[in-house]
Protein backbone atom coordinates (compact mmCIF):
# COMPACT_ATOMS: atom_id res chain seq x y z
CA UNK A 1 0.00 0.00 0.00
CA UNK A 2 2.84 2.55 0.72
CA UNK A 3 4.29 1.45 -2.74
CA UNK A 4 1.48 2.69 -4.58
CA UNK A 5 1.12 6.01 -2.38
CA UNK A 6 4.80 6.91 -2.87
CA UNK A 7 4.19 6.23 -6.53
CA UNK A 8 0.37 8.71 -6.82
CA UNK A 9 2.87 11.43 -5.08
CA UNK A 10 5.30 11.11 -8.27
CA UNK A 11 2.24 11.91 -10.34
CA UNK A 12 2.32 15.34 -9.23
CA UNK A 13 5.48 16.01 -10.46
CA UNK A 14 4.17 18.69 -13.43
CA UNK A 15 2.12 20.83 -11.21
CA UNK A 16 5.04 23.38 -11.61
CA UNK A 17 6.15 22.95 -15.46
CA UNK A 18 4.88 26.39 -16.68
CA UNK A 19 7.16 27.37 -14.16
CA UNK A 20 10.04 25.74 -14.62
CA UNK A 21 9.30 26.96 -18.69
CA UNK A 22 9.74 30.16 -17.56
CA UNK A 23 12.70 30.09 -15.62
CA UNK A 24 14.02 27.81 -18.33
CA UNK A 25 13.06 30.59 -20.87
CA UNK A 26 14.79 33.40 -18.73
CA UNK A 27 17.81 31.73 -18.49
CA UNK A 28 18.79 31.10 -21.89
CA UNK A 29 17.21 34.42 -23.11
CA UNK A 30 19.88 35.71 -20.19
CA UNK A 31 22.45 33.24 -21.81
CA UNK A 32 21.84 35.02 -25.05
CA UNK A 33 22.06 38.49 -24.16
CA UNK A 34 25.08 37.74 -22.31
CA UNK A 35 26.93 36.47 -25.75
CA UNK A 36 25.90 39.57 -27.57
CA UNK A 37 27.02 41.56 -24.89
CA UNK A 38 30.50 39.78 -25.19
CA UNK A 39 30.78 40.63 -29.18
CA UNK A 40 29.82 43.87 -29.08
CA UNK A 41 30.89 45.64 -25.97
CA UNK A 42 34.70 46.14 -24.92
CA UNK A 43 34.31 45.21 -21.23
CA UNK A 44 31.78 42.34 -21.90
CA UNK A 45 32.32 41.33 -17.97
CA UNK A 46 31.90 44.96 -16.45
CA UNK A 47 28.65 45.27 -18.73
CA UNK A 48 26.88 41.98 -17.10
CA UNK A 49 27.82 42.77 -13.54
CA UNK A 50 26.63 46.44 -13.94
CA UNK A 51 23.52 44.93 -15.88
CA UNK A 52 22.79 41.97 -12.61
CA UNK A 53 24.16 43.43 -9.89
CA UNK A 54 23.48 47.52 -10.56
CA UNK A 55 20.14 46.88 -8.58
CA UNK A 56 21.49 45.87 -5.55
CA UNK A 57 24.30 47.92 -5.20
CA UNK A 58 22.48 51.24 -3.63
CA UNK A 59 19.48 51.83 -1.85
CA UNK A 60 17.57 53.46 -4.51
CA UNK A 61 18.36 51.34 -7.61
CA UNK A 62 16.71 48.00 -5.15
CA UNK A 63 13.74 50.51 -4.61
CA UNK A 64 13.48 51.54 -8.22
CA UNK A 65 13.03 48.01 -9.38
CA UNK A 66 10.17 47.49 -6.84
CA UNK A 67 8.35 51.09 -7.95
CA UNK A 68 9.06 49.74 -11.90
CA UNK A 69 7.35 46.79 -10.73
CA UNK A 70 3.76 48.19 -9.82
CA UNK A 71 2.03 49.15 -12.54
CA UNK A 72 3.03 46.12 -14.64
CA UNK A 73 1.91 44.43 -11.36
CA UNK A 74 -1.40 45.93 -11.81
CA UNK A 75 -1.92 45.80 -15.66
CA UNK A 76 -1.07 41.82 -15.20
CA UNK A 77 -3.57 41.32 -13.04
CA UNK A 78 -6.25 43.68 -14.81
CA UNK A 79 -5.55 41.25 -17.86
CA UNK A 80 -5.25 37.83 -15.78
CA UNK A 81 -9.16 38.48 -14.72
CA UNK A 82 -10.19 40.38 -18.17
CA UNK A 83 -8.45 37.48 -20.32
CA UNK A 84 -9.14 34.64 -18.62
CA UNK A 85 -13.37 34.90 -18.94
CA UNK A 86 -12.01 33.75 -22.82
CA UNK A 87 -12.15 37.49 -24.56
CA UNK A 88 -8.90 38.88 -25.70
CA UNK A 89 -9.80 42.31 -24.55
CA UNK A 90 -6.65 44.66 -24.20
CA UNK A 91 -9.13 47.81 -23.03
CA UNK A 92 -7.15 48.05 -19.56
CA UNK A 93 -4.66 50.47 -21.25
CA UNK A 94 -7.30 52.94 -21.86
CA UNK A 95 -8.71 52.57 -18.41
CA UNK A 96 -4.83 52.72 -16.73
CA UNK A 97 -4.57 55.94 -18.91
CA UNK A 98 -7.68 57.09 -18.08
CA UNK A 99 -7.27 56.37 -14.54
CA UNK A 100 -4.15 58.64 -14.46
CA UNK A 101 -6.11 61.57 -15.87
CA UNK A 102 -9.37 61.46 -13.62
CA UNK A 103 -6.60 61.24 -10.91
CA UNK A 104 -5.12 64.30 -11.78
CA UNK A 105 -8.54 65.99 -11.89
CA UNK A 106 -9.67 65.18 -8.63
CA UNK A 107 -6.07 65.96 -7.14
CA UNK A 108 -6.35 69.43 -8.84
CA UNK A 109 -9.89 70.47 -9.36
CA UNK A 110 -11.23 68.90 -5.76
CA UNK A 111 -9.53 69.58 -2.70
CA UNK A 112 -10.55 67.49 -0.17
CA UNK A 113 -8.82 65.76 3.26
CA UNK A 114 -5.63 63.60 3.18
CA UNK A 115 -7.20 59.71 2.91
CA UNK A 116 -10.34 60.57 1.55
CA UNK A 117 -8.50 62.36 -0.93
CA UNK A 118 -6.37 59.53 -2.16
CA UNK A 119 -9.48 57.30 -1.44
CA UNK A 120 -11.83 59.30 -3.87
CA UNK A 121 -9.36 59.27 -6.49
CA UNK A 122 -9.22 55.63 -6.09
CA UNK A 123 -12.51 54.92 -6.31
CA UNK A 124 -13.32 57.51 -9.48
CA UNK A 125 -10.60 55.80 -11.27
CA UNK A 126 -11.35 52.21 -10.47
CA UNK A 127 -15.33 52.81 -11.35
CA UNK A 128 -14.53 54.31 -14.31
CA UNK A 129 -11.88 52.12 -15.35
CA UNK A 130 -14.44 49.04 -15.16
CA UNK A 131 -16.80 50.67 -17.34
CA UNK A 132 -13.93 51.28 -19.84
CA UNK A 133 -13.06 47.95 -19.93
CA UNK A 134 -16.34 46.59 -20.29
CA UNK A 135 -17.26 48.47 -23.46
CA UNK A 136 -15.53 46.66 -26.39
CA UNK A 137 -17.71 43.55 -24.84
CA UNK A 138 -20.44 45.14 -24.65
CA UNK A 139 -20.39 46.43 -28.16
CA UNK A 140 -19.30 43.52 -29.17
CA UNK A 141 -22.64 41.56 -28.15
CA UNK A 142 -25.24 43.88 -29.95
CA UNK A 143 -22.77 44.66 -33.14
CA UNK A 144 -20.52 41.37 -33.48
CA UNK A 145 -17.80 43.55 -34.25
CA UNK A 146 -14.68 41.97 -32.96
CA UNK A 147 -13.54 42.62 -29.07
CA UNK A 148 -10.05 42.99 -29.61
CA UNK A 149 -10.00 45.58 -32.77
CA UNK A 150 -12.71 47.37 -30.20
CA UNK A 151 -10.34 47.22 -27.61
CA UNK A 152 -7.32 48.47 -29.64
CA UNK A 153 -9.48 51.23 -30.62
CA UNK A 154 -10.77 52.26 -27.56
CA UNK A 155 -7.35 52.69 -26.08
CA UNK A 156 -6.66 55.55 -28.41
CA UNK A 157 -9.73 57.37 -28.22
CA UNK A 158 -9.57 57.48 -24.37
CA UNK A 159 -5.97 58.31 -24.74
CA UNK A 160 -6.68 61.35 -26.79
CA UNK A 161 -9.51 61.86 -24.62
CA UNK A 162 -7.80 62.54 -21.72
CA UNK A 163 -4.39 64.30 -23.48
CA UNK A 164 -7.22 66.55 -24.77
CA UNK A 165 -8.87 66.75 -21.11
CA UNK A 166 -5.50 67.80 -19.49
CA UNK A 167 -4.52 69.94 -22.32
CA UNK A 168 -7.78 72.00 -21.87
CA UNK A 169 -8.35 71.76 -18.21
CA UNK A 170 -5.47 71.22 -16.40
CA UNK A 171 -2.30 72.68 -17.77
CA UNK A 172 0.34 74.51 -15.63
CA UNK A 173 1.02 78.22 -17.17
CA UNK A 174 4.55 78.03 -16.55
CA UNK A 175 5.65 77.18 -20.15
CA UNK A 176 6.56 73.28 -19.76
CA UNK A 177 4.17 71.17 -21.05
CA UNK A 178 2.46 69.16 -18.09
CA UNK A 179 -0.18 69.50 -14.96
CA UNK A 180 -0.53 71.75 -12.40
CA UNK A 181 1.74 70.44 -9.16
CA UNK A 182 -0.14 67.79 -7.30
CA UNK A 183 -1.26 69.07 -3.60
CA UNK A 184 0.38 66.92 -0.84
CA UNK A 185 -3.23 65.49 0.79
CA UNK A 186 -3.70 64.49 -3.03
CA UNK A 187 -0.42 62.29 -3.47
CA UNK A 188 0.38 58.75 -1.95
CA UNK A 189 2.75 59.53 1.11
CA UNK A 190 5.67 58.46 0.96
CA UNK A 191 6.64 55.11 2.48
CA UNK A 192 10.56 54.75 2.70
CA UNK A 193 12.88 57.85 2.87
CA UNK A 194 15.37 57.93 0.47
CA UNK A 195 13.28 56.73 -2.28
CA UNK A 196 9.92 57.12 -4.27
CA UNK A 197 8.29 54.32 -2.99
CA UNK A 198 4.87 55.04 -1.51
CA UNK A 199 1.90 53.67 -0.28
CA UNK A 200 0.78 52.60 -3.67
CA UNK A 201 2.86 49.61 -3.22
CA UNK A 202 0.95 48.39 -0.56
CA UNK A 203 -2.43 48.85 -1.90
CA UNK A 204 -0.79 47.21 -4.66
CA UNK A 205 -0.54 44.07 -2.20
CA UNK A 206 -4.36 43.86 -1.28
CA UNK A 207 -5.08 43.79 -4.72
CA UNK A 208 -2.52 40.58 -5.42
CA UNK A 209 -3.99 39.18 -2.53
CA UNK A 210 -7.51 40.02 -4.01
CA UNK A 211 -7.26 39.15 -7.19
CA UNK A 212 -5.46 35.45 -6.05
CA UNK A 213 -8.24 34.48 -3.97
CA UNK A 214 -10.77 35.77 -5.94
CA UNK A 215 -9.94 33.57 -9.43
CA UNK A 216 -8.36 30.53 -7.38
CA UNK A 217 -10.71 30.20 -4.29
CA UNK A 218 -14.32 31.69 -5.23
CA UNK A 219 -17.30 30.56 -7.58
CA UNK A 220 -16.97 33.35 -9.37
CA UNK A 221 -13.18 32.73 -10.00
CA UNK A 222 -14.44 29.13 -11.39
CA UNK A 223 -17.03 30.27 -13.37
CA UNK A 224 -14.42 32.70 -15.28
CA UNK A 225 -12.23 30.03 -16.03
CA UNK A 226 -14.91 27.60 -16.86
CA UNK A 227 -16.48 30.10 -19.10
CA UNK A 228 -12.79 31.02 -20.66
CA UNK A 229 -11.91 27.39 -21.36
CA UNK A 230 -15.34 26.04 -22.72
CA UNK A 231 -18.30 28.84 -23.19
CA UNK A 232 -20.56 26.12 -24.62
CA UNK A 233 -20.23 23.54 -21.45
CA UNK A 234 -20.01 26.55 -19.40
CA UNK A 235 -23.68 28.21 -20.95
CA UNK A 236 -25.16 23.79 -20.43
CA UNK A 237 -24.08 23.98 -17.07
CA UNK A 238 -26.24 26.92 -16.23
CA UNK A 239 -23.36 29.78 -15.72
CA UNK A 240 -24.37 32.61 -16.83
CA UNK A 241 -22.06 33.27 -19.81
CA UNK A 242 -22.37 36.92 -20.86
CA UNK A 243 -22.48 38.40 -17.08
CA UNK A 244 -19.45 36.44 -15.93
CA UNK A 245 -17.84 37.83 -18.72
CA UNK A 246 -18.84 41.31 -18.42
CA UNK A 247 -18.06 40.96 -14.56
CA UNK A 248 -14.60 39.65 -15.68
CA UNK A 249 -13.85 42.75 -17.70
CA UNK A 250 -15.27 45.56 -15.38
CA UNK A 251 -13.33 43.97 -12.25
CA UNK A 252 -10.12 44.10 -14.60
CA UNK A 253 -10.54 47.69 -15.56
CA UNK A 254 -11.10 48.55 -11.62
CA UNK A 255 -7.61 47.27 -11.06
CA UNK A 256 -6.29 49.09 -14.24
CA UNK A 257 -8.10 52.27 -13.70
CA UNK A 258 -6.29 52.23 -9.49
CA UNK A 259 -2.74 51.34 -11.08
CA UNK A 260 -3.06 54.39 -13.60
CA UNK A 261 -4.28 56.86 -10.72
CA UNK A 262 -1.91 55.48 -7.90
CA UNK A 263 1.31 55.28 -10.46
CA UNK A 264 0.26 58.95 -11.33
CA UNK A 265 -0.20 60.34 -7.68
CA UNK A 266 2.13 58.01 -6.47
CA UNK A 267 5.23 58.35 -8.53
CA UNK A 268 4.35 61.95 -10.47
CA UNK A 269 4.30 65.38 -9.29
CA UNK A 270 2.35 66.05 -12.40
CA UNK A 271 0.82 64.74 -14.67
CA UNK A 272 3.17 64.99 -18.22
CA UNK A 273 2.42 61.49 -20.49
CA UNK A 274 2.41 63.45 -23.57
CA UNK A 275 2.27 59.88 -25.30
CA UNK A 276 0.73 56.46 -24.95
CA UNK A 277 2.16 54.66 -21.60
CA UNK A 278 1.38 51.53 -23.33
CA UNK A 279 1.16 49.68 -19.80
CA UNK A 280 -0.83 46.74 -21.28
CA UNK A 281 1.74 45.35 -23.16
CA UNK A 282 3.56 45.24 -20.07
CA UNK A 283 0.84 44.11 -18.27
CA UNK A 284 0.07 40.92 -20.85
CA UNK A 285 4.02 39.92 -20.81
CA UNK A 286 3.65 39.76 -17.39
CA UNK A 287 0.42 38.06 -17.53
CA UNK A 288 1.65 35.18 -19.93
CA UNK A 289 5.04 34.86 -18.26
CA UNK A 290 3.36 33.88 -15.11
CA UNK A 291 1.38 31.15 -16.75
CA UNK A 292 -1.96 32.36 -16.48
CA UNK A 293 -1.31 32.09 -12.57
CA UNK A 294 -1.96 35.03 -10.65
CA UNK A 295 0.38 34.03 -7.58
CA UNK A 296 3.22 34.61 -9.89
CA UNK A 297 2.61 37.88 -11.21
CA UNK A 298 4.39 39.60 -8.81
CA UNK A 299 7.81 37.66 -9.76
CA UNK A 300 7.57 37.59 -13.09
CA UNK A 301 7.04 41.53 -12.93
CA UNK A 302 10.01 41.82 -10.75
CA UNK A 303 11.82 40.04 -12.64
CA UNK A 304 10.66 42.02 -16.04
CA UNK A 305 11.63 45.38 -13.35
CA UNK A 306 14.84 44.04 -12.62
CA UNK A 307 16.24 43.44 -16.14
CA UNK A 308 15.12 46.94 -17.04
CA UNK A 309 16.49 49.11 -14.21
CA UNK A 310 19.76 46.72 -14.50
CA UNK A 311 19.94 47.61 -18.31
CA UNK A 312 19.25 51.54 -17.56
CA UNK A 313 22.10 51.42 -14.94
CA UNK A 314 24.52 48.87 -17.51
CA UNK A 315 23.44 51.79 -20.05
CA UNK A 316 24.72 54.52 -17.99
CA UNK A 317 28.22 53.11 -16.66
CA UNK A 318 29.13 51.41 -20.53
CA UNK A 319 27.89 52.23 -23.99
CA UNK A 320 25.59 49.94 -24.74
CA UNK A 321 21.95 50.61 -25.46
CA UNK A 322 19.54 49.84 -22.40
CA UNK A 323 17.02 48.55 -25.34
CA UNK A 324 18.49 45.06 -25.17
CA UNK A 325 16.16 44.01 -22.84
CA UNK A 326 13.77 44.37 -25.30
CA UNK A 327 15.44 41.62 -26.96
CA UNK A 328 15.27 39.56 -24.02
CA UNK A 329 11.92 39.79 -23.31
CA UNK A 330 10.93 38.99 -26.84
CA UNK A 331 13.20 35.51 -26.54
CA UNK A 332 11.25 34.69 -23.68
CA UNK A 333 8.29 35.51 -25.16
CA UNK A 334 8.79 33.50 -27.79
CA UNK A 335 9.28 30.58 -26.26
CA UNK A 336 7.16 30.61 -23.26
CA UNK A 337 4.43 30.91 -26.00
CA UNK A 338 5.63 27.76 -27.42
CA UNK A 339 4.03 24.95 -27.41
CA UNK A 340 6.99 22.61 -28.65
CA UNK A 341 9.61 24.16 -25.95
CA UNK A 342 10.40 21.76 -23.79
CA UNK A 343 7.16 19.89 -24.81
CA UNK A 344 9.62 15.97 -24.73
CA UNK A 345 9.71 16.78 -20.75
CA UNK A 346 6.15 16.93 -20.68
CA UNK A 347 5.90 14.08 -22.88
CA UNK A 348 7.97 11.56 -21.46
CA UNK A 349 6.43 11.85 -18.04
CA UNK A 350 2.76 11.74 -18.89
CA UNK A 351 4.27 8.43 -20.65
CA UNK A 352 5.65 7.50 -17.25
CA UNK A 353 2.64 9.24 -15.50
CA UNK A 354 0.61 6.66 -17.48
CA UNK A 355 2.48 3.72 -16.76
CA UNK A 356 2.65 4.41 -13.02
CA UNK A 357 -1.14 4.69 -13.04
CA UNK A 358 -1.13 1.16 -14.71
CA UNK A 359 0.87 -0.31 -12.44
CA UNK A 360 -1.05 1.53 -9.15
CA UNK A 361 -4.46 -0.45 -10.70
CA UNK A 362 -2.76 -3.51 -11.43
CA UNK A 363 -1.74 -3.59 -7.66
CA UNK A 364 -4.75 -2.64 -6.23
CA UNK A 365 -7.15 -5.48 -8.17
CA UNK A 366 -4.82 -8.26 -6.79
Known amino acids: MNKIKNKNQHLDFMKFFSVFRVLVAAIVSLLLVFVIIFFVSDEPVFAISKMMLGPFQTKRSFFNVLEHAVPLVF ?6 ISLRSGVFNIGVDGSFYIGAVLATTIAIKVPMPNILHQAVILLVAGVVGG ?4 LPVLINRYTNINATVLSIMFNSIFYYAGL ?8 DKS ?15 NLIRGTSMNWGFVIMIVVIVFVIVLMQKTSFGYKVRVTGINPAFAKSAGIKVGAIMLGAQFIGGIIGGMGGAIEMVGMYKRFQWQSPVNFVWDGLMVHMMAGENPAFIPLTALFIAFLRVGA ?17 QGIVILLVTSERFLSSIKKRHEQKQALLQAEVAAEGRE
Not at 75 to 80: D, E, K, M
Not at 131 to 134: D, P, Q, S, T, V
Open 164 to 171: SIVSSYLL
Open 175 to 189: GSWGSAKFPDDARFG
Open 75 to 80: TGLALN
Open 131 to 134: IINM
Open 312 to 328: DIMSRSTSLDPEIVAFL
